[in-house]
């Protein structure tokens, strides 16, 4: 019962996966975005997912993760105060999860096998690599063999985002006309809205915007 | 500071895992025990896991994971009255969580990252395999792939019980002086105390120890 014309988007109501859900709305007649609650620090974040969804016209689920908090040491799901610094001891972003994307794709990936969905798209990107191993390409196409042994099914990893910069990210968005849906998607890591403007999230964010000459319309 | 003086083992407090820890304590100096509490229909494995655990005087870590009573549908965590019987749909046994393994080695992994330390030891066996994609060994070689790439850390995954019978693996905890653990270590599908002894994880533990012609120090 296997169907090759759906897929799940990993979703967290973000500008990339929000690029990935316009990317997949165009490629499959049916997408559900599988939103992981991982004790985001923000709550906006999942509002924000339900927000882009029910615009976007898409089933989206939300599964808990409470193991992340549990492994703790991260700015994300922590009590650290400053997003932006670098721990020490790793050289890695203080928002660094170890293998996150590992889990959240995992996670991602167990909810289609149950629906019988073997496409799973995911924003990650290796351009702004930002020191997350898991990002990177070489990842995902190990994770991607790990699936299709570990859940016996055909699973496809697809990464549209993989080699873009952000200006390339937004000129996609905007091609394929859903530049409105960035209006809903979240990216303070703050979790101000409207957004700080200063924190790393928010400038990547604005570079991206000012690269590709488009105003970004969450803060239009 | 990775330390290739200790090992992580992923431990449920059941036969098969405790042998692992018994392994694992006869070759590193340093083992910590993860336990993923999953939500597990009985809280007796987690109290098998301390009890075990504190046996083996090794560090015991629980890690919660909220995620797969979300996704449903299985006996394991869910309210399915019959634990042996196959789900119509897969030909899998009803007490699948697609990708399990892959969850629970991963988080593992993630917590042994945030010590230092890449040995990781788990008890999947691929030949009392029982439907379990998940165990085999080409997704362990897999998964371990995608542990490297997605943490940038030479991760192993150590598997002695892969190829072993259960006869084998009986034989094993007794050769390593560990058998007494094994009266700590729960089986039993139902969650029952001394064990039920009929239910197809006691009946494949008894078979084994027939086998090796050793008593089970849980019955005895």
Redesign the interface.
């Known amino acids: 019962?296997q169907s090759s014309n759906a897929a799940v988007v990993v979703f967290s109501g973000g500008q990339d996966s929000t690029t990935c859900l316009a990317w997949a709305c165009a490629r499959w007649p049916r997408v559900v975005a599988v939103t992981?609650n991982y004790g985001q620090r923000h709550q906006i974040e999942l509002t924000a997912a339900r927000e882009v969804a029910k615009l976007a016209g898409v089933e989206q689920v939300t599964?808990?993760?409470?193991?992340f908090r549990?492994?703790g040491?991260n700015a994300l799901t922590g009590s650290e105060a400053v997003a932006d610094s670098v721990r020490a001891?790793t050289g890695l972003p203080n928002t660094f999860?170890?293998?996150r994307?590992?889990?959240l794709i995992?996670?991602a990936?167990?909810?289609a096998?149950?629906r019988g969905i073997t496409e799973i798209v995911t924003g990650v990107c290796e351009t702004d690599y930002s020191g997350y191993?898991?990002c990177?390409e070489?990842?995902m196409t190990?994770?991607q063999?790990?699936?299709?042994?570990?859940?016996?099914a055909p699973f496809t990893i697809h990464t549209p985002l993989m080699h873009l910069g952000k200006a390339d990210t937004v000129r996609m968005i905007r091609d394929l006309g859903k530049l409105d849906w960035l209006a809903h998607s979240h990216t303070c890591y703050r979790g101000e809205r409207p957004p700080c403007g200063t924190c790393p999230a928010c400038r990547l964010r604005a570079k991206g915007f000012a690269e590709a000459g488009i105003p970004d319309p969450l803060i239009a």
Request: include cysteine.
């Open positions: 019962m992981v599964l808990p993760c409470d193991s549990a492994l040491g001891e999860v170890p293998g994307n590992l889990i995992t996670l990936a167990a909810f096998w149950q191993p898991d990177r070489s990842t190990a994770l063999a790990a699936l299709r042994a570990g859940m016996d």
